[in-house]
């Protein structure tokens, strides 16, 4: 029996005068938008996942407001052959601060900001079929309290 698993990502979505931030990034498939986003690394919650992926991949400081959704994707990849099945906690954030002499992640060219119609425009370069999905939950105000998610202390490495 084959074991599977999905991979737990996050996303954040951030708002500034009706555009949205996102990150143009190189992929296998060539120049991608995508939310900031990324995996969920041990130790850590989905919280502070996200406003790290966020730094890193964007170079600005946010803060989780509320729970737009979680959603659930899959693909064949290419590269592997392997079925890829992704689980996302996208989360609507507080834009705090930009860092402009922050490094971004490799694979990152840029942060842009777009409005919802030019990244609609757009889709054909979108990371992952969540990006506008995510984007239009938000402007139907999907916000859900960042209570309801729980992490077990268990979880959360600590470091002496």
Known sequence: MRYWK?????????????????VEEETREGLRLN???????????LLQAVVRETLEESAHHVEPAGCVGV???????????T?????????ACRLIAAD??????????????????TIRARA???RSPLVMRTVDDYLAGKRYPLEMLYTHPSCVYTHV
């Open 124 to 126: 054909d370069m979108h």
């Open 35 to 45: 939310q900031p986003a990324g995996h969920l690394d041990p130790g850590e919650t």
């Open 6 to 22: 999905p991979s737990v990502t996050v996303a954040a979505v951030v708002e500034r005068d009706g555009r949205f931030l996102l």
């Open 100 to 117: 402009p002499e922050r490094v971004l992640d490799a694979g990152i060219v840029r942060a842009v900001w777009l409005d919802a119609d």
């Open 83 to 91: 079925d890829v099945t992704y689980v996302r906690f996208a989360f």
């Open 71 to 81: 959603y659930m994707s899959r693909y064949l990849s290419e590269a592997s052959g």
